[in-house]
């Protein structure tokens, strides 16, 4: 549910409370670490050799209406996350521009919710089934550390559900908002005994900013933890996500957006474009301390996830090859993971073995019956594709930290991944073949970091690694020829990166400041993009580069300061060629080298500002700033750059054991006119995704403590 005023974060709490008593001559409260576990081991963020942010629950749902993930993520320098007002997409989420050229779902990062990849072994994931009502914290972790999570990690998100250490409590939220937005959600926690639990759910309704926009969403999670004895605990984590359907207005080109950002491309219509999709998953973990030194870990999991998307394909283009404009797919996935961890004095070491797999069927099916004046449009037509694909890895990782002396911290790792693809196809006939194969890719991805502590309040890190990333599914799924079955002859993009930092901690607030360079070869870019089905080829070497700064601080008790800035120069070093027609046999539209990746800002800034006393009113400040994107990799345009602010305010009222709240926000205060995102080297030009001008939401909570 909306939070209006959540307690402010732990960190938050004690930054000011050390403000507060310097400025009272008191001697100042020592900050507690901010602790994470991104790098599989816990440990303070500020002594890793590594850029790793962590959102608590709690601010990442003050003031918000808690719909996507991306509303609490904009104080996380180097990470773009953009909510396309398209729920038949995910958001866009990027990392130092890895993932920047998704067209659907989230790819180039590594997604996790309660330690359950969200990310799919061929690197496809979406973060759609996080219930935000329960999230006890987020971390984002960037940088070369990122690859020894194998696969498509240019960098990593992790989700954590809260695991409450008080008595029960409840809570029941309502919200309403521009463009007929209703959420409804639900949530109770609390630790008896040995048992804790989280539970959640939420209902959200929006007829969309635009024409054809309409969306519904449910979203379930629980986790359950029981203490077995004082050196074992098992956790039960179950989610699910339903979307009934969700209108797909698709992007709109430069005139069109101009003309109406409401609107959409006539197409959308006539096929009526949109989507339906349901996923439920669930795993377990059991973590059990052989001694003081030695613990084990065991993870499984299993979901399903069943999709179809109705595209605008037009009917005239499926000839006898073509494999469909309705795409209907089945996927089942499952893995392991299993984790050694020794920790002595001033030396730590983890090893693993992790191992997912993932079983595709996948249909197509014209979206048309009939033909001439009777064609009827946006409808099941014929069977087209029929074909089962296979992804899975086993990867074996090893990490080790040693800290030499009291000063100095030495991490380094190394993971070895390989994945696996095959296709059988049991749609052949006399004019389309059997296109059954299979394909392997692997690499040995090394990382190596040091951590310097200058002083008490400074920790200078520097860090290098190998990256990984093989193409998913999706962008193996068709060939830019026309012809059938999977495109086998992409290769993986092989990177290295180096990263140096510092970190600070200054009049009771905390500073980060990072520079990085990655180089690529062999990236996969698209090479055609029309209809909402893209191919993709592999270009020649890319380098990003830039520079990452962020800071949080008490300006006055109960008064809280965030900014964070991001400069990145992403750029393709070789030419290679693509094609602007699908079709299309051969590419053969020169793309320059020096061009700027497509779908990168160079420029980016947030910053709030936040008013949160314990009770009684409050109030917040936000503004967001991003560069020119180019939304194509010949660079002949682009979406420009904007900046919008944002406030809210509301009231906080305790009445014995109840806590009731209220809240009113406005978002895009000046009403600007922007393209929110962009869909990257679109065929049909329709590269813009208008937002919202100026929109409200209110919202009231309640929360019961038993």
Same mark, same amino acid.
């Given at each position: 549910m909306t939070q209006p005023f959540a307690p402010t974060a732990r960190r938050t709490v004690l930054a000011l409370a050390a403000a507060a008593a310097a400025s009272a001559g008191a001697a100042p409260t020592v900050l507690d670490a901010v602790v994470v576990t991104a790098t599989r081991t816990e440990a303070a963020a500020f002594d890793l050799p590594a850029s790793i942010d962590r959102i608590d629950g709690e601010a990442l749902r003050a003031g918000r209406a808690q719909v996507?993930? @991306?509303? +609490?993520?904009?104080?996380?320098?180097?990470?773009?996350? &953009?909510?396309r007002q398209n729920y038949a997409q995910d958001v866009q989420i990027s990392v130092r521009g890895f993932g920047a050229r998704s067209a659907f779902g989230i790819r180039g990062v590594r997604l996790y919710v309660d330690d359950i990849p969200a990310t799919l072994p061929d690197g496809q994931g979406q973060i759609t089934n996080v219930e935000i009502g329960t999230v006890g914290r987020v971390e984002v972790l960037r940088g070369p550390f990122s690859a020894?999570?194998?696969?498509?990690? +240019? +960098?990593?998100? @992790? /989700?954590?559900?809260?695991?409450?250490?008080?008595?029960?409590?409840?809570?029941a939220g309502v919200a309403f908002g521009s463009d007929g937005l209703r959420r409804v959600a $639900?949530? @109770?926690?609390?630790?008896?005994?040995?048992?804790?639990? =989280?539970? %959640?759910?939420?209902?959200?309704? =929006?007829?969309? !900013?635009?024409?054809?926009?309409q969306a519904e969403r449910r979203l379930a999670n629980a986790r359950l933890n029981w203490k077995l004895g004082q050196a074992t605990q098992l956790t039960l984590v179950a989610n699910s996500v339903e979307l009934p359907e969700a209108q797909d207005p698709l992007g709109l080109t430069r005139a069109q957006w101009q003309a109406d950002p409401r609107g959409v491309d006539p197409v959308a219509l006539s096929y009526d474009t949109r989507k339906t999709m349901q996923q439920a998953q669930g795993g377990l973990v059991l973590e059990h301390g052989i001694?003081? $030194?030695?613990?084990?870990? /065991?993870?499984?999991?299993?979901?399903?996830?069943? =999709?179809t998307q109705f595209q605008s394909i037009p009917s005239n283009s499926?000839?006898?090859?073509?494999?469909?404009?309705?795409?209907?797919?089945?996927?089942? !996935?499952?893995?392991?993971?299993?984790?050694?961890?020794?920790?002595?004095?001033?030396?730590?070491? /983890?090893?693993?073995?992790?191992?997912?797999?993932?079983?595709?069927? &996948?249909?197509?099916?014209?979206?048309?019956?009939?033909?001439?004046?009777?064609?009827?449009?946006?409808?099941?037509?014929?069977?087209?594709?029929?074909?089962?694909?296979?992804?899975?890895?086993?990867?074996p990782y090893l990490q080790a930290e040693w800290q030499p002396t009291p000063a100095w911290r030495l991490s380094a790792g190394v993971r070895r991944s390989r994945v696996d693809f095959s296709s059988t196809d049991a749609y052949v006939t006399k004019t389309n073949p059997d296109d059954s194969g299979s394909t392997r890719y692997a690499a040995t991805l090394p990382v190596l970091g040091a951590s310097w502590a200058a002083s008490d309040a400074l920790r200078l890190y520097a860090t290098a690694g190998r990256g990984f990333e093989t193409p998913t599914l999706n962008e193996l799924a068709y060939r830019a020829?026309?012809?059938?079955?999977?495109?086998?002859?992409?290769?993986?993009?092989?990177?290295? @990166?180096?990263?140096?930092?510092a970190k600070a901690r200054l009049a009771g607030g905390e500073f980060t400041l990072a520079v990085f360079q990655t180089t690529t070869a062999h990236e996969i870019v698209t090479q055609t993009n029309q209809g909402g089905r893209a191919t993709y080829q592999n270009a020649g070497a890319t380098r990003r580069r830039g520079l990452e700064a962020s800071g949080r601080w008490p300006l006055a008790p109960s008064l809280q300061a965030e900014v964070a800035a991001t400069w990145l120069d992403a750029r393709y070093r070789d030419a290679f060629l693509t094609c602007t027609a699908t079709p299309c046999a051969a590419a053969n539209q020169p793309v320059a080298a020096g061009s700027r990746i497509p779908g990168v800002a160079r420029t980016s800034a947030y910053g709030a500002l936040t008013w949160q006393p314990g009770g009684g009113w409050r109030a917040g400040l936000e503004a967001r700033a991003l560069g020119k994107v180019w939304v194509n990799d010949l660079n002949s345009d682009a979406?420009?750059?904007?900046? =919008?602010?944002?406030?809210?305010? +509301?009231?906080?009222?305790?009445? %014995?054991?109840?806590?009731?709240?209220?809240?009113?926000?406005?978002?895009?205060?000046?009403?600007r006119r922007y393209a929110g995102s962009v869909i990257v080297n679109d065929g049909n030009g329709r590269f813009f995704e208008p937002a919202p001008g100026r929109t409200w939401l209110a919202s009231a909570t309640a929360n019961y403590r038993f």
């Open positions: 996507n993930l @991306s509303e +609490g993520l904009g104080g996380v320098p180097g990470l773009l996350a &953009r909510d020894l999570y194998g696969n498509s990690s +240019g +960098g990593v998100l @992790s /989700v954590h559900s809260e695991t409450p250490d008080g008595p029960p409590r409840a809570e $639900a949530s @109770s926690r609390g630790r008896e005994g040995g048992f804790a639990y =989280t539970v %959640g759910a939420s209902r959200f309704e =929006t007829d969309g !900013y635009r024409q054809h926009s001694d003081a $030194a030695n613990q084990l870990r /065991v993870m499984v999991y299993h979901g399903h996830r069943a =999709t499926q000839g006898s090859l073509h494999p469909g404009g309705v795409i209907d797919l089945a996927r089942d !996935y499952e893995g392991a993971d299993l984790r050694w961890r020794w920790k002595g004095a001033g030396a730590s070491i /983890v090893a693993g073995l992790a191992a997912d797999q993932l079983r595709e069927h &996948r249909l197509g099916y014209q979206n048309f019956i009939g033909a001439g004046p009777a064609i009827q449009l946006g409808v099941q037509g014929a069977l087209r594709r029929d074909e089962t694909n296979r992804v899975s890895n086993a990867d020829s026309g012809g059938t079955g999977l495109n086998f002859g992409l290769q993986p993009s092989l990177s290295h @990166s180096v990263e140096a930092g979406a420009p750059g904007y900046a =919008t602010a944002a406030a809210f305010a +509301g009231y906080q009222l305790v009445l %014995g054991a109840w806590d009731l709240g209220a809240l009113l926000r406005v978002d895009n205060l000046a009403g």
